[in-house]
C-alpha cells in the first residue's frame, strides 16, 4: 500500500511477556518515527531514526524498549518484560526528510498488558 | 525542551458555526508548527503546516491557522464547521532536529 503500515493493529499479552510491533514506511522516506499515545494524550515521541540508525532515541522511557531498523525501512519495536503501564497506542511515522517535514502516521498499533 | 498547551480539551459546536482551538508553545529554538486531526478509527492526518513567510496559513477542510510569535500561539479556525468536522485536533511543534512536540488533542465534536 501507498501509506504507512503497522502490525498488529491490536495485541493482547501478559506481563512479564515479550513484544514486538512492526512498522513498514512510506518507501523512500528516510525518516521514521515511533511515538506512544495513552489515552486522553497526545502522542508522546520514542525514537526517530534517519536511515538505518537512532538520530534520537531520548524518548525511550527505560531500557526495556528497544527498536531497530536494519535495512533503513521497515522498523521494529521491541519492549521486554512488558508491563502494565506500557499498554498504550503504539504509533509509526515517516517523513520524507526528517526536517520539519510532515509525518505521515499509520494507525497505530494497540497495545494491552494484562 | 519544546512543550505545547492545547487549552480546551473538549469543544461542543454547532453545525454552521465559526470555532477556534487554541495552541499555545514554548520553545527555546526556532519551532515549526503543524495542526494535525484524527477521524475515528484513523491515523493522524496532517491539516496545515507553518514553517516560515505569511503567518496565515491555510490547510485542508476550509480550516486555517495564524501563527503569533509575540503570543507563541497558533490557532486554529474554521468559519464555519460541518459534521464530518467532528474529530480529536492535535497542534504540535517540530525543530531542526526532527523531533516532533505534541499537544493533548481538542475534541471538537460538531451538533446537528
Known amino acids: 500500500g501507498a501509506g504507512v503500515s503497522q502490525t498488529p493493529s491490536n495485541k493482547v499479552t501478559e506481563k512479564g511477556k515479550y513484544v514486538e510491533l512492526r512498522c513498514d514506511p512510506i518507501?523512500?522516506?528516510?525518516?521514521l518515527y515511533w511515538y506512544r499515545q495513552s489515552l486522553g494524550q497526545g502522542p508522546e515521541f520514542l525514537i526517530y531514526f534517519q536511515g538505518t540508525g537512532a538520530a534520537d532515541d531520548s524518548g525511550l522511557p527505560n531500557d526495556r524498549f528497544f527498536a531497530v531498523r536494519p535495512e533503513g525501512s521497515v522498523s521494529t519495536l521491541k519492549i521486554q518484560r512488558t508491563e502494565r503501564g506500557d499498554s498504550a497506542v503504539y504509533l509509526c511515522?515517516?517523513?520524507?526528510?526528517?526536517?520539519?517535514?510532515?509525518?505521515?502516521f499509520g494507525e497505530g498499533s494497540r497495545l494491552t498488558v494484562l | 525542551a519544546q512543550s505545547v498547551t492545547q487549552l480546551d480539551s473538549q469543544v461542543p459546536v454547532f453545525e454552521e458555526a465559526p470555532v477556534e482551538l487554541r495552541c499555545n508553545y514554548s520553545s527555546s529554538v526556532s519551532v515549526y508548527l503543524f495542526w494535525y486531526v484524527q477521524y475515528p478509527n484513523q491515523g493522524l492526518q496532517l491539516l496545515l503546516k507553518y514553517l516560515s513567510g505569511s503567518t496565515l496559513v491555510k490547510g485542508i477542510n476550509g480550516f486555517e491557522a495564524e501563527f503569533n510569535k509575540s503570543q507563541t500561539s497558533f490557532h486554529l479556525r474554521k468559519p464555519s464547521v460541518h459534521i464530518s468536522d467532528t474529530a480529536e485536533y492535535f497542534c504540535a511543534v517540530t525543530t531542526n532536529a526532527g523531533k516532533s512536540t505534541f499537544g493533548d488533542g481538542t475534541t471538537l465534536t460538531v451538533k446537528p
Open positions: 511515522a515517516s517523513s520524507s526528510t526528517g526536517e520539519a517535514g510532515e509525518l505521515f
Open positions: 518507501s523512500g522516506h528516510t525518516a
